[in-house]
């Protein structure tokens, strides 16, 4: 899989996209297992909302709702997995587990995470971090591999990983200015493609667009992509343009 061209969708697409970009679950799994929180006996399905907070950045916390707009906080507004560091991003692998990727503390490599209900977490195991550290003039740096997060695609039923990299030798504003979104593809996280630049964007405007903490979905049979673009308004840049991904 690879997104070579993009389109312009309307804002009501564009709404769907984003809320099916909250990990959609089953509320009574989270409400009964999320410690502090009363048990539930209805399956009622809803959204779980995976977010950071400004004054403990890195780390996860749950919000969960019934119909995305009223939000209540779980865990006591403590964190969904006291030991997860990285930019949360959950979702669903071939094995029905639930599957995300941070970065160690200790180490500095990147972790792959695993769990069964979204409450209990564990390490899978340490990544290589060759594919993340320098491409085509282009590395990743700091502490957090340029916030990984994956989509499994379940067509070819591989995985894949993405990260941004920001241009080797620039400093400050410059830096994020470089920034371009990388991916890799893997079926087991033991071997990985080579990795490539994710994004072709059709128009010169958006050619050097710096993209950041790119999550990927699929709808039917479109992939969609929900980007930051790190370029500022006072470097004559106008506001996002809303696309889809084919």
Known sequence: MILHWLTKI???EIRNLLISSLYVCLVCIC?????GQPHSTQLQGGYLFIHMRHEDY????YYISRDARTWTKLNNNQRG????????DIIKGHDNRYYMIGVSEKTQKPLLWTSRDLVAWSIEKELPVSPFVLTDN???????????????????????VTWYAAKKGVKGNDEWKSMRTYYVLTEDFSSFSSPKRLFDFPSKADSEM????????KIGKNYYAVIKDERWPEDGISDGEIYSVG
Do not use: C, W
């Open 58 to 61: 890195g780390r996860m916390y």
């Open 81 to 88: 997995n006291a030991e997860y560091r990285g930019y949360p």
């Open 31 to 35: 409400i009964s297992n999320v410690r």
């Open 138 to 160: 282009y590395y990743t740096g700091g502490n957090r591999f340029g916030a990984p997060k994956l989509y499994y695609d379940e067509d070819p039923k591989q995985y894949i």
């Open 10 to 12: 309307n804002l009501h």
């Open 210 to 217: 710096a993209t950041i903490d790119v999550i990927i979905r």
